[in-house]
């Protein structure tokens, strides 16, 4: 799913093939017209589960720091969410039926991760999932984050204050939001689609069935 994962698994098998998370992109769609101003806020939006909802304590300092400069909003989807002074927290359960219509109410959408073993394991689906319905992401520097989001398509931050640096260039830049989300679209309709894991994965299929034994 990753280069991480695929990295551990020609330790002991050379014959790897990497197949990243990818998303349904007839299904995550931008918002119609993508255009259209958001009744909301500046929406930082998290969709993920209870599991992962913990890593959302990373955001609590840099979007209170936010919310001084500015109205915020944070839109969890999947899990519980952190109490923020001064930040409008909306918790919301996970549906199939609504998670696009959910992701689209982001402004941005943001993967906050701790750099563990099991992190660096994780296949950034939450920031496919946002990109593909064209919304710019800012995401932790771990595994597959940094192959997942090129600069064109977002931001990674580090620390608190990279965090709080993007969260400003975003909300005072809608164009910058608008040409990042549609360059994030392209680029899971290129690397992310199920449209564009299909060849690798039939082709893989194809190789195994010609190298076995009658």
Known sequence: GN???A???RRFNANVTLLPSVVDTDHFIPADPPSAASPFPFTVGWIGSPSTAPFLQ???????RFARERPVRLLVVGGPA???PGVEVIESPWSLKREVELIQQFSVGVM???DTPWARGKCAYK???????????IASPVGANVDAVPPSCGFLASSSDEWLAAFRQLAADPGLRARMGAAGRRWVEERYSLRSALPVLTDVIRDVFSSSPA
């Not at 990373?58 to 209170?64: D, G, K, M, S, Y």
């Not at 920031?127 to 992401?137: D, E, Y």
């Open 112 to 114: 906050p991760l701790p």
């Open 127 to 137: 920031l496919i999932q946002c990109m593909a319905c064209a919304i710019p992401v």
């Open 3 to 5: 280069a991480h994962l």
């Open 58 to 64: 990373a955001l609590v300092e840099p979007l209170q």
């Open 82 to 84: 952190p109490f923020i």
């Open 7 to 9: 990295a551990y698994a």
